[in-house]
């Protein structure tokens, strides 16, 4: 069985920060690319950022450059996406995905899926 667990989302203000944790079982993430996703109602899915398995290298979409953070914690087999200065356009339901190669901001590249966490910027 792979699951991966997303935890942290919730209700912030505009310009608030929170910090989601992408928890795996059943894989080891330091052999994995992780990508982070989000999917507002009405809207496709987009990526948001990724981290690789080898170097940690990050990439982020523009959208969101300069304020989220990937980062990982093999000891702990659990990603983090801090997100800073939060803005209402963030709001969608955040997703974690796994794959074993270099990271890609496509949803097509990634074969786990964690459930979702919703993520709320409102004043």
């Known amino acids: 069985q792979v699951q991966l667990v997303e935890s942290g989302g919730g209700l912030v203000q505009p310009g608030g920060s929170l910090r989601l944790s992408c928890a795996a079982y059943g894989i080891t993430l330091d052999y994995y690319s992780i990508g982070w996703f989000r999917q507002a109602p009405g809207k496709e899915r987009e990526g948001v950022g990724c981290i690789s398995s080898i170097y940690g290298t990050t990439h982020y979409a523009d959208s969101v450059k300069g304020r989220f953070t990937i980062s990982r914690d093999n000891a702990k087999n659990t990603v983090y996406l801090q997100m800073n200065r939060l803005k209402p356009d963030d709001t969608a339901v955040y997703y974690c995905?796994?794959?074993?190669?270099?990271?890609?901001?496509?949803?097509?590249?990634?074969?786990?899926w964690g459930q979702g966490t919703q993520i709320t910027v409102s004043s």
């Open positions: 995905a796994a794959d074993s190669s270099v990271c890609i901001l496509s949803h097509h590249y990634y074969s786990h």
